[in-house]
Nanobody
Framework: VQLQASGGGLVQAGESLRLSCTSS????????VGWFRRAPGKEREFVGAISVSGTSIRYGNSVNGRFTISRDNAKKMVYLQMNSLGPEDTAVYYC??????????????????WGQGTQVTVSS
């Protein structure tokens, strides 16, 4: 399963950005998807995750209330809407998937498939 994250870029503090995650895998709609990020000099951090159906969503503490995850299974897309961005959100953002029909998880080692990451830079 190959994943591809896109939509990163350079924005100013307070602005918004939407990241996308897609896969060429026909059955992508069966995979729970998570978002993680790695800031310079820091370990990878859980951002959020969404279940197969999209009805179960969880967020990391640092983004809760500002970021929203959604998915469109017909388009094989998962989105990360990021609002009120600040310099602390600067990182490489990764989407990842667990195996089919598993529950969501905040633990990166429980994800089997990873995209290449997309850079988000927020200037103050």
């Amino acid at each position: 399963v190959q994943l591809q994250a896109s939509g990163g870029g350079l924005v100013q503090a307070g602005e918004s950005l939407r990241l996308s995650c897609t896969s060429s895998t026909r059955t992508f709609s069966r995979f729970p998807v998570g978002w993680f990020r790695r800031a310079p000099g820091k370990e990878r951090e859980f951002v959020g995750a969404i279940s197969v159906s999209g009805t179960s969503i969880r967020y990391g503490n640092s983004v809760n209330g500002r970021f929203t995850i959604s998915r469109d299974n017909a388009k094989k897309m998962v989105y990360l809407q990021m609002n009120s961005l600040g310099p602390e959100d600067t990182a490489v953002y990764y989407c990842a998937a667990r195996r089919e029909y598993l529950s969501t998880s905040a633990r990166e080692h429980e994800y089997d498939y990873w995209g290449q990451g997309t850079q988000v830079t927020v200037s103050s």
